[in-house]
Nanobody, 123 residues
Framework: QVQLVESGGGLVQAGGSLRLSCAASGGTFSNYAMGWIRQAPGKEREIVAAISRTGGVTTYADSVKGRFTISRDNAKNTVYLQMNSLKPEDTAVYYC????????????????WGQGTQVTVSS
């Protein structure tokens, strides 16, 4: 069983940047595809970015393409989400999740979830 702990959230002004980190433990990190999923108040969860087990394949939601970058360091058991040019509509709780599939392109493919970290972007 994999445990996931997110960090790096906070309050930032529009146009600013944040870097989220997710530390994994309890399993072989390189066996899992990873994803960042967000949920804004009153909205459904949305996959923001996903990365394959080796990091060779990444996918992004259209709303964040060109602004967010997902990456992973398998030696450190950590996945990152670099968020630039942040907008008020990026405000949400951001979750890290792990999938035993090659890459998690659907919410249902994620098996393990972190507790989430709040990101608030002020206008």
């Amino acid at each position: 069983q994999v445990q996931l702990v997110e960090s790096g959230g906070g309050l930032v002004q529009a146009g600013g940047s944040l870097r989220l980190s997710c530390a994994a433990s309890g399993g072989t990190f390189s066996n899992y595809a990873m994803g960042w999923i967000r949920q804004a108040p009153g909205k459904e969860r949305e996959i923001v970015a996903a990365i394959s087990r080796t990091g060779g394949v990444t996918t992004y939601a259209d709303s964040v393409k060109g602004r967010f970058t997902i990456s992973r360091d398998n030696a450190k058991n950590t996945v990152y989400l670099q968020m630039n040019s942040l907008k008020p509509e990026d405000t949400a709780v951001y979750y890290c999740a792990a999938s035993t599939r090659q890459i998690g392109v659907l919410l249902a493919l994620y098996d393990y979830w972190g507790q989430g970290t709040q990101v608030t972007v002020s206008s």
